[in-house]
């Protein structure tokens, strides 16, 4: 058996995530349904990280085990034959048979878009907000959780996960025009959290909540205790690290 | 009458054009249903340019006369709130009664983008192609059309206007990452002449005309000598220009 790892971009507008759901279009399944095409039997694809419905993907990545021995420029070219147009492989690439394109990820990079002005071409990309931001405070925030913390209060209370603790690498605002670009880096990502950081640092941003607040919240490791959680189609994976 | 300048974002996808249809959705009959909502009467709005269906705008910019007294930051508001998604007003601004969006227009400044690798994000605003481009022939072309030519060549056959004469000011190619920048500046613009300019630059750009080729083109003033039509999707009309 072959073990491949593939580089996908996608639009998440259409699809109900990254995960396989009987009913509804997900990434996953559409990958397997091109697969099964291309290599005429079922293939079950592991991802990185699974996306929500509408989060949109530049740098996610999957891996799967073939029986036929892949040609990686072919499977590409044949592999976007057959998807539909939302979602692209980048690469494909034959990989050590250890490589899981979850448990092997050293690190997730994701990114978050603000309009600050209602946008007719971006609107599917981005959060539109016409309140005015104190971008300064949001920078404060943002430094607030680099380092290991336990984000409890930034996470959808459903997820079953053995801890909450999460190394944030980096963080950064960066405002361009009209633009507020927001990265960040981590080992690991709890359900929902980049969104409820972003949410909840916008309620600092417009001065609904205080920076000792955003403090408080941290600490109290209570997902009820945060803000709003910013839409899902602001938010982008951008890619993925693994060790070389 | 007050006489109101609106400038207008939007997505071309679904439409049918900027210009009214009776079986169709375009822009100005979005327009001027938001603007009948509004006034409470019919408003005929001049666009500057008539751009194709699949068109985008970053930078329309039209014109309508009221016979209600308009407040610019509160008409922004009604409108954005009335009109589709795609559809944005970023600005509106009463100005002297002989402004006339079309005519009053100094220059226009276009867009086009394509992607050398294929896109699930950008793949509504872009021309996507697989093939190699020489980037360096490619900005030859463009240097050629800059100056007061007649784009006949460039020109879709059933348009019916005067002369076909056009002073371009302008022109450049700017390659970031695998996304290719075409801008370009001119006093007008001929029906489907940036799309036939830059359908006629890739044949020369992935080898398939000649340099002089592109040269011969240009000075035939016949439309059947052009290359292929550059597809609508690629095209955002930047800007229009007035005299201060």
Redesign the interface.
Known sequence: MQNVKLVL???GTDFVGWQYQENGRSVQGELERALKQILQGDTRVTGAGRTDAGV?A?GQVANFRSAQKIEETSLVRSL?GVLP????V?SAEGVDDKFHARYSAKGRHYKYYISQ?????F?K?CWSLSYKLDIDLMKQCGRLVIGEHDFSSFCKSESEVEHHRCNVLSTTWTVRDSVLEFDISANRFLHGMVRALVGTMVDVGRGYRRMEDFEDILSAKNRTAAGMTAPACGLFLEHVTYEQ
Do not use: F, G, M, S
């Open positions: 971009e996608y639009d949109h530049r976007n147009k939302d979602i692209v980048l002005h209602p946008t007719a071409l609107r990309y």
